[in-house]
């Protein structure tokens, strides 16, 4: 198990750029994957993107060549810049782990999840 906490959030106006960050607890934040996921009120959890223990990457259509997803295992941190950001990417952002799902697209695919961070995008 590892306990998240996310950060970077804020407001941006239509086409600028926010770094989101996820600091893991634990010795074993290498042995993860890590994903980030978006909510907004009423609708289902969306899957963004998520960064292997290995580093392979994958990422939801919607936000490819926008949002870019990295990590660093010596800082026990997953990061998501995000850029050219529209009023539709407000939301709450989530980071997630998973220890048994190499690169998880779905919710139930993580175990632990930050308390999220609020982006709104509005000018």
């Known amino acids: 198990q590892v306990t998240l906490v996310d950060s970077g959030g804020g407001l941006v106006q239509p086409g600028g750029s926010l770094r989101l960050s996820c600091e893991a607890s634990g010795r074993t934040f290498g042995r993860y994957a890590m994903g980030w996921f978006r909510q907004v009120p009423g609708k289902e959890r969306e899957f963004l993107a998520v960064?292997?223990?290995?580093?392979?990457?994958t990422s939801a259509d919607s936000v490819k060549g926008r949002f870019t997803i990295s990590r660093d295992n010596t800082k026990n941190t997953v990061s998501l810049q995000m850029n050219g950001l529209k009023p539709e990417d407000t939301a709450a952002y989530y980071c997630a782990a998973t220890f048994f799902v190499r690169a998880g697209r779905r919710v139930d695919d993580y175990e632990d999840w930050g308390q999220g961070t609020q982006v709104t995008v509005s000018s």
């Open positions: 960064i292997s223990r290995s580093g392979i990457i």
